[in-house]
C-alpha cells in the first residue's frame, strides 16, 4: 500500500519537473544539454519513483545521486524518508532542483560541485544515470570508498560498471535498471 501522502507528493514534483521540461519542449528541443562535464538528460519519474518502491528505499538511510542534474530523483528519494543528497557540476541544474526543493518545502540535500571530490563512504545506496564510462575515474572510486553494504543503481545499460558485482535488473517502461555492490 502507497502512503497517500506520498503519492501526492510526487504528484507535485512530476508537475513540477514536468514544466520545467516543457521549456524545452515549448522550443522544439528535447530536456537534455551540454554541461562543463558532460551531458544533461532527465531520468523518467515514474520510473525512478517505481524503482523506488519496488525495491523500498526506505530501508536505506544515506542516499546519493552521482552527477544529479536537476535535483529530481534526490527530491524523490526523499519522499521515502531517507537522507538524500544529490552532487551535480553546473549550478543552473542545482538552482532548479532548489527552486523545486523550496517550493514544495522537501528535505533534501543538493550540492554544487564536483562528484569526485564527494565522500562515498557514508552512503548505503548510490544512484547514477551516467552519461559517460565508469572507466574515467568513476568506478576506481566506487571501490575506493564504497560501503561493503552499500548499492549502486545504474539507470539505464549505456554506461556500465566492469568491476562491481552484477546484481537484479530492474525493467522500468523499458528502461533497465541494474544494481550493483563491491565483490566480498
Known sequence: MIPVDRKKRFLEIK?????????????GKGAVFDTEKG?????????VYGL?????LGRFRNFLDIGSGDGKVVLL????GVNAVGVEFDKRLVEVGEKIKKE????ANLICGDYFSHDFSKYDFIF????????????DKLLKEM????????????FLPRFLKKGKTYWLNEI???GYRKNK
Do not use: C, M
Open 15 to 27: 508537475q513540477k519537473y514536468d514544466e520545467f521540461y516543457q521549456t524545452f519542449y515549448s522550443k
Open 104 to 107: 514544495l518545502k522537501l528535505k
Open 77 to 80: 528519494a526523499a519522499l521515502f
Open 147 to 158: 560501503r561493503a553494504d552499500a548499492r549502486l543503481f545504474v539507470y539505464n545499460n549505456i
Open 128 to 139: 547514477i544515470n551516467p552519461d559517460q564510462g565508469f572507466h574515467k575515474g568513476l568506478e
Open 39 to 47: 551531458i544533461w538528460g532527465p531520468s523518467g519519474t515514474e520510473n
Open 52 to 56: 523506488f518502491e519496488k525495491i523500498k
Open 176 to 178: 533497465p535498471v541494474i
